[in-house]
C-alpha cells in the first residue's frame, strides 16, 4: 500500500521531469531565424583583436577590416590592382606617384574624405607601435596637390612602391584627433585604446557592435559611395575556437562560412546536403631550412664540422623527401607540391621551374660521398599548430630521412614556443619547418628577407634566414630587383636568384596548403589566393 | 571565534600570494608572447620596443612584485591581445560564466537527488539499473566529448538546440543575462547539461548511498512503528538527514563547476571567464592568465572559508574545539 504510493510520487515526479524535457525540446526549434534582410554569420578559429587596422598584420584581420576601411588601391578577385579611394594613379617621373582621389566619398561618421585623411594614414601607418610600417615606403614624403591629389614622393626609384597599399587602409583625421587616436595602437597597448574597439572608414559596411573575442556585427552603409556586389544587409562574426564546434556550426546551419575546415572533417561537410569545402591554394609556402652557417651542427652527433655547409648533404635531404607523397597522404591532397619559395600566382615565371625528382638512392650516394655512408643526427624544429597539419609533415619527413639513414629527433611544439627558439635574436635551430607569405605579394621579399645574407648586422636583410643561407649573388640579384622598374628585366632577374638558391639546395620547398572554407550552399563567397574573405563579394539566397 | 576567522583570512593570502608566484614562474614555459602580437615579417627592432614596453626582460620576481603591487591597487593590467582592462574583460565575462554555473548546479541538484531517491527506494527497478549506467557514462566519459557527442546529436543531426554561443542577451546594468530571451534559454540547456553531469552523478550516487544508510537507522524504524505514511517516512525524515551532506559537498562543488568550466566552454564557444582563459593561454597573455588565476584561487579560499566558518556555527563541538588553543 504504502509502496504504491511511494510509485505514484516517484512516477509523477519522473512523469514531470519528462513533460518537461519534452517541451523544452518542443518550442520554437529553429535555429536561424527567418528574416526578410539576409544575414551572413561567419566563424574563424581566431579573436578579430583589434580594430585599428594598423595593429596586427594578420590575414583575417585585414580581411574583416576591408569591409570597412578602404585603401587607395586595392586587389581585384585574382589579385590584380584596382583602383579603391584613388579613382586613378600615374607616375609622371620615376619618384613620384600621383594619387587623384575619388570626390563625394563620406567616412561612416560623415566627415568627407580629402587628402588631409590620405596624409595623416601617411604617417599613422608608419609611426611606432604600427604594424604595417613597411606597407608605405619609409623614404617616401607625402604632398597634398590640392584636395582630392595626392603625391608620392620618393628618395630613389621604387617598382613595388604601391604593392602593399592594398591592406594600406585610410583612416579621418578628424575622427582620429576627435577621440584621441592619432597614434597606432601598438600590438602591446599598455593604454585601452579607443580605434581598437571603435572603426569609422569609408568602406560598404558599418561595424554597429564589437565584442572583442565574442562577437562583431557588420551592417551595410546605407550612404556608401559606390555599387556592392554584395546583397548582404548584415553579417555577424563570431570566434569558434574549437574545431568540432565550428563544423558542426556550419553542418546544423548556424553558421554560412567557417575557417578553418580540418582536414579530416572536410569529406563529412562535402556529404553535408547544405554544405560545401571550398580549397584553393594558398599564397603561403611551406618550406625546410638549414643551418648552413654555424660551424658545429647543434644537437648533432658529427662534431667539429657543419654538415649543412656541404651541398651534397643539402641535396641529398631534398632527394629524400618525397613531397608527392607528403601532399597525397599527410595532407590530403590539400596542398600543391612546390619547386619555389614562392607560389606561382604571385610570379609569372614560376611554371619554367620543376622539382628535382625524389630520389632516396641518390640521396644514400651523395651522403656517402659527403662522408656520412651511415648518415648522422639532427635536430628538427616543427610548430604544432601553425600551418595545416604541420607536426605530421614533419613526421613524415623524419621517417623519409631515416630511410636514408639520417636521425632526425624530432623537436614539435606550439608556434608560441617555437618561434621564441627559432627567431631572431637565438636563430637556435639546425633544421626547420616554417610557412613564409611575402607581405607584399612580391619575389623580393624572398630574396631579402628569407634569402638574403644575414652577415650585415646593421642591415635588416636576411632578418628570417634562419639557417643563414648565403650567396652574394643572390644579394646583388636582390638589390637589382628593387629598383628595376622594366618588369620583363625585372622578372628574369627574380628568375635568375630564384635558380642560383635551386642550385645552391640553399631551402627545400614543400607546397603551399590549400585554404578550407566550409560554405553554406546558400551564399556565394569569393576565395582569393590571399585567403582574405571580402564581405563585399558575399551575397546570401534570401 | 574571531581570532579564528583572522587566522583564516591570513592563511587565504598566503595561498593567492602562493598561486600567483608558481603562476608567474610558469608562465616563461608559455611562449613569447610578442610573436603572438605581431606578424611574422615583422621588424626585430619592433620586437625589442615591444618587449621592453610590456616589461618582459625584467626577472620573474620583479615581475610579480610589480604584478602584486598593482593588484594592491586594483589594477590588473591590459590584455596583450584585447587592449583592454583586464578586470573589464573579466567582468564581462563573468555573467555568462555565473549564469552557466548556475543552470549546471540546478540540472545536478534536480536531477541527481530525483535519480539518487528512485534508485535508493527501487533499488532493483530496471530504471535504477539504467541511472546506475547513466551515472557510470557521466562519471568516466570526460567532459569534452559528452559535449561534442551532446552537439553532434542535438544540433546537427536533430536541429534542435544551438551548438555554440550564448544566444540572444539581455543587458542589466553591468550584467549581461541570457535567462530573458528564448534563444538565450536555448542555449544553456546543452552547455549546462555537459558541466552539470559529473556532479549530477556524484549526487545522486551520494544521495544513494545516504538514503540507504538513513533507511537503515533506528529512528526511521520508529518512525515507521509510529504508523508515519510511508511518504513522509521517505520524503520528511530520510530525505530531509540524508540533505546535509549533499548541500556540502554541492557547495564544494560549485567551486570546481566555476573554475572548470574552461572545458565546457571551449567547446560551446560560450563566451565566459573559462573561455578567455583558454585565448589567453594560446596567446600567452600573461595579464589574463594571471588574473583569472587568482580570481579562481580566490573563489576557492572564500568557499572554504565559508564551509569552516558554517562548520563552527552548525557543530558547536568544533567551536568548542577551536576556543581552546586561542
Known amino acids: 500500500m504504502s509502496l504504491v504510493k511511494t510509485r505514484s510520487v516517484l512516477s509523477r515526479l519522473a512523469a514531470s521531469a519528462a513533460v518537461a524535457l519534452a517541451l523544452a525540446a518542443a518550442t520554437p526549434l529553429v535555429t536561424a531565424p527567418a528574416v526578410a534582410a539576409p544575414t551572413f554569420r561567419f566563424a574563424f578559429q581566431g579573436d578579430l583583436k583589434s580594430l585599428d587596422p594598423y595593429t596586427l598584420k594578420e590575414t583575417f584581420t585585414i580581411a574583416a577590416h576591408g569591409a570597412v576601411y578602404e585603401s587607395l588601391i586595392t586587389r581585384d578577385k585574382d589579385l590584380k590592382f584596382i583602383p579603391g579611394l584613388a579613382e586613378r594613379w600615374e607616375m609622371p617621373e620615376p619618384t613620384r606617384y600621383r594619387f587623384h582621389l575619388r570626390k563625394n566619398v563620406k567616412f561612416h561618421d560623415g566627415s568627407p574624405f580629402t587628402a588631409d585623411d590620405v596624409i595623416f594614414s601617411a604617417e599613422r601607418v608608419r609611426a611606432p607601435g604600427s604594424n604595417f610600417q613597411t606597407n608605405v615606403p619609409g623614404d617616401a614624403t607625402f604632398v597634398k596637390v590640392d584636395d582630392h591629389t595626392v603625391d608620392m614622393v620618393l628618395k630613389a626609384p621604387n617598382p613595388i612602391a604601391h604593392y602593399q597599399f592594398g591592406s594600406w587602409y585610410i583612416m579621418s583625421k578628424i575622427w582620429a584627433e576627435k577621440h584621441d587616436a592619432l597614434k597606432p595602437t601598438p600590438a602591446a597597448a599598455t593604454t585601452p585604446s579607443y580605434a581598437a574597439l571603435n572603426a569609422n572608414g569609408t568602406g560598404p559596411f558599418v561595424i554597429t557592435e564589437h565584442q572583442p573575442g565574442v562577437r562583431t556585427v557588420f551592417k551595410r552603409n546605407p550612404n556608401y559611395w559606390g555599387p556592392v556586389e554584395s546583397n548582404l544587409d548584415e553579417a555577424i562574426f563570431t570566434t569558434i575556437g574549437n574545431d568540432a564546434t565550428r563544423v558542426a556550426a556550419l553542418l546544423s546551419g548556424e553558421v554560412d562560412w567557417i575557417e578553418p575546415v580540418p582536414l579530416q572533417d572536410q569529406s563529412r561537410v562535402n556529404g553535408n546536403a547544405g554544405t560545401q569545402v571550398i580549397s584553393t591554394p594558398e599564397l603561403r609556402t611551406i618550406f625546410l631550412g638549414m643551418d648552413q652557417s654555424s660551424d658545429e651542427l647543434r644537437g648533432s652527433n658529427v662534431k667539429g664540422k657543419n654538415p649543412f655547409k656541404d651541398v651534397r648533404v643539402r641535396e641529398a635531404f631534398y632527394r629524400a623527401i618525397d613531397e608527392d607523397a607528403i601532399v597525397k597522404r599527410v595532407m590530403r591532397g590539400q596542398a600543391t607540391a612546390s619547386a619555389l619559395l614562392i607560389a606561382p600566382p604571385l610570379f609569372p615565371l614560376a611554371g619554367e621551374f620543376k622539382r628535382p625528382a625524389y630520389d632516396p638512392n641518390r640521396a644514400k650516394a651523395l651522403l656517402a660521398e659527403a662522408g656520412y655512408p651511415n648518415g648522422f643526427e639532427v635536430p628538427m624544429d616543427c610548430p604544432n599548430d601553425r600551418y595545416v597539419n604541420d607536426e605530421a609533415i614533419c613526421q613524415a619527413i623524419t621517417s623519409m630521412l631515416a630511410r636514408v639513414g639520417v636521425k632526425v629527433a624530432l623537436n614539435a611544439q606550439p608556434k608560441a614556443k617555437y618561434f621564441a627558439k627559432i627567431l631572431k635574436p637565438n636563430y637556435d635551430t639546425s633544421f626547420y619547418l616554417l610557412g613564409w607569405t611575402p607581405s607584399s605579394q612580391d619575389s623580393h621579399n624572398i630574396l631579402f628577407e628569407i634569402a638574403g645574407c644575414r652577415n650585415d648586422k646593421t642591415s635588416a636583410r636576411g632578418t628570417t634566414n634562419l639557417g643563414n643561407y648565403c650567396n652574394p649573388k643572390v644579394d646583388e640579384l636582390a638589390d637589382k630587383v628593387e629598383r628595376e622598374t622594366d618588369q620583363e628585366a625585372r622578372n628574369l632577374m627574380i628568375k635568375q636568384a630564384y635558380e642560383i638558391i635551386q642550385n645552391d639546395w640553399g631551402y627545400i620547398p614543400l607546397h603551399q596548403q590549400a585554404l578550407a572554407w566550409g560554405v553554406s550552399k546558400k551564399v556565394k563567397v569569393a576565395p582569393r589566393p590571399d585567403n582574405q574573405l571580402m564581405l563585399y563579394w558575399v551575397s546570401k539566397e534570401q | ?326
Not at chain 2, 557514462?137 to 569534452?144: C, D, K, M, N
Not at chain 2, 536555448?186 to 550516487?205: C, E, K, N, V, W
Not at chain 2, 588565476?293 to 552548525?314: M, Q, R
Request: some cysteine; glycine content about 8%.
Open chain 2, 1 to 326: 571565534m574571531l581570532a579564528f576567522v583572522l587566522r583564516r583570512a591570513l592563511q587565504s593570502i598566503g595561498v593567492l600570494l602562493a598561486v600567483g608566484l608558481i603562476a608567474f614562474s610558469m608562465f616563461r614555459f608559455a611562449g613569447d608572447p610578442v610573436n603572438q602580437l605581431v606578424a611574422p615579417d615583422t621588424p626585430y627592432a619592433e620586437r625589442l620596443q615591444i618587449r621592453e614596453s610590456l616589461g618582459l626582460d625584467d626577472p620573474v620576481l620583479v615581475q610579480f612584485a610589480r604584478y602584486v603591487g598593482n593588484a594592491m591597487r586594483g589594477q590588473f593590467g591590459n590584455s596583450y591581445q584585447f587592449r583592454q582592462p583586464v578586470s573589464s574583460l573579466i567582468a564581462e565575462r563573468m555573467p555568462a560564466t555565473l549564469e552557466l554555473a548556475l543552470c549546471a548546479t540546478l540540472f545536478a541538484l534536480v536531477f541527481g537527488i530525483l535519480m539518487g531517491v528512485y534508485s535508493a527506494l527501487r533499488r532493483d527497478s530496471a530504471l535504477a539499473k539504467l541511472f546506475q549506467v547513466v551515472s557510470l557514462v557521466g562519471v568516466s566519459l570526460p567532459t569534452f566529448l559528452i559535449g561534442i557527442l551532446l552537439i553532434f546529436l542535438f544540433s546537427v543531426t536533430l536541429g534542435w538546440l544551438p551548438s555554440f554561443g550564448r544566444g540572444d542577451t539581455v543587458r542589466l546594468g553591468w550584467w549581461t543575462t541570457g535567462f530573458l530571451t528564448a534563444s538565450g534559454l536555448r542555449a544553456l540547456i546543452l552547455p549546462s547539461i555537459t558541466l552539470g553531469l559529473f556532479q549530477m552523478t556524484l549526487i545522486m550516487r551520494l544521495v544513494r548511498a545516504e538514503m540507504l544508510e538513513v533507511l537503515r537507522t533506528d529512528y526511521i524504524r520508529f518512525a515507521r512503528a509510529r504508523g508515519l505514511t510511508t511518504r513522509s517516512i521517505h520524503f520528511g525524515h530520510a530525505l530531509k538527514n540524508t540533505l546535509v551532506p549533499v548541500i556540502t559537498v554541492a557547495g564544494l562543488q560549485l567551486g570546481s563547476i566555476i573554475a572548470f568550466s574552461i572545458i565546457t566552454e571551449t567547446v560551446f564557444q560560450w563566451p565566459g571567464m573559462g573561455l578567455l582563459f583558454v585565448q589567453a593561454v594560446q596567446n600567452v597573455d600573461v595579464p589574463i592568465m594571471a588574473a583569472y588565476l587568482l580570481l579562481v584561487a580566490l573563489i576557492f579560499v572564500s568557499i572554504n572559508l565559508v564551509v569552516d566558518i558554517l562548520y563552527t556555527v552548525v557543530d558547536p563541538r568544533l567551536r568548542v574545539a577551536v576556543r581552546r588553543p586561542a
